[in-house]
């Protein structure tokens, strides 16, 4: 009996000090929103300092009035900054009280954790596990599934992309599939494992995903930005970019998704290397978006759908990003995106925004998404996943699954459409 209550004693004061209440005040993410220009010019400011991290926009160029702001702010300053907040009568309210418990909660979740009940698919992964995943994956379906080393990162981590090819019919066309170009996306390597799961297990099961892949090969990338994806693991959370170092300064890393040749470094991304939009000294700098690039120019002739996926805020994004102008195929790509976004609120209830990223969004030039819808993949899609604030980039794991079954559904529609196409 003793020894229940020594146990039960210590079980607790682990918890304690795991959720970190013993110690100091967790971060919080706050969801702030400005009503004058004047409260703008204060948020822009507030967002740079403090170490606070800006989640949403990207950006402080981006922060305008009456737009929701979604800010995390560390423990140690957070008094300070919602003082400030409170002084100028800023509105503001706690969107997550506990981040860094949250953070610390996602991280144990990895496999070998037998606390974590859940499978494999439905938990977070270390970049080592992803590794580990890509390596078996190939080995335990050698007829199926290739990986192929399409480059390396800044840090010499090697790109590999697995390629399913479920049937040996020849000339079959292609889609690309490319996950975790922002680091802190962790829903987004999390789909493409999934995907890749889904489709190997489902082949001849599910009709639909039968008929795509009898029909089509699938190249996935699961970890675009390795060297970024290792760093919120170890460093820091909430790292966007890659992880290369800089000439003349002490900031590090290029935002990949501003380093593609489409309308490169205009508005809606940055020269400065400390922003989070850094678009690099010149268009394909970084080895990762090179890497991506080279593999795309020399297979354009095969892969007719290009998909980057992100997260967060349930969009469907289709070009341009870089241009106020429209697609050519506008309405067609409109078209595809409008009914997959019917059909995931038809199945799963879940709004999902759609339309060019320049409508939708903001400017936001130098993507993949343009750079590949201008190489000639005329099926170009940025998909942002879930959710739509409530953790943001810290989607709990028991909303992994929901999430990609989402996304799943969104690429199923996607692709039959293509199909179609003579
Ligand atoms: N949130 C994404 C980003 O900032 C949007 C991507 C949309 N496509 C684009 N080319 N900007 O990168
Ligand atoms: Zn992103």
């Known amino acids: 009996m003793t020894t229940l209550w020594v146990l039960f004693i210590f079980l607790n004061f682990d918890l304690l000090l795991q959720t970190g209440q013993c110690t100091k005040t ?3 993410v706050l969801s702030i929103t400005p009503n004058t220009q004047e409260q703008v010019e204060i948020l822009k ?3 740079t300092q403090y170490q606070t991290g800006l989640w949403q926009p990207v950006s402080p160029h981006n922060i305008k009035e009456l737009t929701k702001v979604h800010l995390y702010v560390p423990g140690n300053s957070s008094e300070t900054v919602r003082n400030l907040l409170q002084r100028h009568n800023i509105t503001h309210e706690v969107m997550l009280p506990n981040a860094d418990e949250i953070i610390k909660m996602q991280m144990r979740n990895d496999s070998g954790d037998p606390r974590s009940g859940s499978t494999f698919y439905y938990r977070y992964h270390t970049l080592e596990d992803i590794y580990d995943w890509i390596n078996r994956t190939a080995h335990d379906y050698p007829d199926k599934v290739k990986a192929i080393l399409v480059g390396s990162s800044y840090e010499k981590r090697p790109l590999y992309a697995l390629k399913l090819s479920l049937n040996n019919r020849p000339n079959k066309k292609a889609m690309w599939i490319d996950c975790g170009i922002h680091a802190r996306e962790w ?5 493409c494992l999934f995907f890749v799961h889904y489709s190997l297990s489902f082949y001849n099961i599910n009709a639909e995903m039968t008929q795509i892949l009898d029909n089509m090969d699938f190249y ?3 970890v675009m930005n390795p060297d970024g994806y290792k760093y919120t693991w170890t460093k820091n959370r909430m790292w966007r970019k890659n992880r290369s170092p800089q000439k003349g300064t002490s900031c590090i890393g290029v935002d990949l998704n501003r380093n593609f040749d489409a309308n490169w470094c205009t508005t809606g991304a940055s020269p400065d290397p400390c922003t989070e939009i850094y678009c690099g000294p010149f268009p394909e700098s970084e080895p990762e978006s090179q890497a991506v690039a080279n593999f795309l120019r020399s297979h354009k002739e095969s892969i007719q759908i290009y998909l980057s996926i992100h997260s967060y805020s349930q969009m469907l994004i289709i070009p341009y ?6 697609a050519e195929n506008h309405s067609e790509l409109y078209e595809m995106v409008k009914t997959a976004a019917d059909n995931i609120k038809r199945y799963y209830k879940n709004i999902y925004t759609y339309g060019a990223g320049a409508q939708i969004i903001y400017l936001a030039p130098g993507g993949s998404d343009d750079w590949a819808y201008n190489l000639g993949i005329k099926y170009s899609f940025t998909f942002e996943l879930q959710d739509r604030g409530k953790y943001g980039f810290l989607l709990p794991p028991s909303d992994i699954q929901g999430a990609c079954n989402e996304a799943l559904l969104a690429v199923k529609t996607i692709a039959l459409k293509v199909m179609e196409k003579p």
Request: charged letters at 15%.
């Open 26 to 28: 967790s971060g919080q």
């Open 45 to 47: 400011n507030v967002s």
């Open 187 to 191: 829903i987004s390597p999390a789909f």
């Open 220 to 222: 996935v990338l699961p």
């Open 321 to 326: 990003s870089c241009t106020e102008d429209e």
